[in-house]
């Protein structure tokens, strides 16, 4: 047993004790910082957080489990968790602070508000069946004939959707107390909407399912609207569509996209968080490539190339030997995706291209406005090219720089008997 002088107990952070299977999961809701502890290394830390020196910790952990414990170590894992609170750090807060928006999460998530949306999505279904005229499909993209107009109005016209996802993640995270945020990123040169889910793993894992699946909902919700739209159209122009309910079903069709890209299970998708968490996993994504990743090198005969699978728990390792398939088939319904969608469309646009650029001295062909397609194309695809390019260099500086023996840090820090592991939230 390592004995400490210390006499009174440490400072804390406000942290959160959620029951995660044979486990605790702790942290830190304002640094998203969480770590699973087994249960009684979350009782040690329990005591410590009441104000109990660390030497009285220290006897009644011995007394309790009847064996020793390092004390020191402990505590440096703490603080490496960022658990421990310095003199210059704001002092803990009484109560915590009021979340923002709160009413209009709960309101949008409320019983009403799913019987409302059940109803919506029985219209839908509805008039999907006896309209076949508002059904998306690939053609459907192409709501005009300009092909220029097509996609810059594709580009920006989904982009208020993209919000709305990201909107619904959020607000369900308020509306059970998360201060959850939207932001504007990148992804290579590409805006994106960003939401983050600071404290989640802070809460009972029953409640984090309606905020990772939001986003699904928000799209259904979006897609339902879009055909209504469309229908409501049909009616108006005597049973075909104008411009307007083109627009829509090609919208719808992007939508339905975007819903069923939540199927790859072989990325960090709003489903693959749903399976961690019902399966009670800290980082099965990376458990499940390094599994997939070491199969495939000891086929090979790579086994210099091969990851240690005992970075990651017990419980990641082995429930990544059965996932492992699932990740599979997400890439089989992207392959089914890109050939029931991606290639029709592919072939419409170049059998329209092929078409109009053969007649360029007669201007109705659509001759100008291909090549205005192709121009923006080409910048669009240059540049998601150049910024890769960039950002892979970086990567590789920072690899390099990271490889230099003073730049060489310590791996997830663990105690012995006592142990965590680290995960973030979404």
Known sequence: MADTRQTAGPAFHQLSFVPEGDGVLIGRADTDSYALFPADGAMLLHKLTTGMPPADAVAWYNDAYDEPVDMDDFLETLGDLGFLRGDGDDPVAEAPAAVRYRRLGRAVFSPAAWIAYAALAVVCVVLLVRMPEVRPY?????????LLLVQVGLLFAQLPFVFLHESFHALAGRRIGIPSSLGVGRRLYFVVFETTLNGLLGVPRRNRYL???AGMVADALVFCLLVCTAAVDAQHSGGGLSYLG??????????AL???W???????????????????????HDATRALIRNTVCR?????????????WSERDRRVARWYAPFAAAGVLVMLATAAATAVPVLAHFVHLLVDRLGHPKHPDSGFWDSVGFLALSVVQF???GVVALRDRSRAREQRRDGNRPEAVQDPAPTTAPLHAEQEHSR
């Open 299 to 311: 086929l090979l005969g790579l086994r210099n190339r091969m990851v240690d699978p005992e970075q």
């Open 382 to 384: 240059g540049l998601v």
């Open 138 to 146: 690939p053609k459907t993209l192409f709501f005009t004939d300009s």
């Open 262 to 284: 939540q199927f790859y299970l072989f990325l960090r998708t709003d489903l693959y968080y749903v399976f961690s968490t019902a399966l009670g996993c800290v980082a099965l």
């Open 258 to 260: 975007r819903f069923v």
């Open 211 to 213: 905020p990772f699946l």
């Open 246 to 255: 083109r627009f829509a079903v090609g919208l719808a069709f992007v939508t």
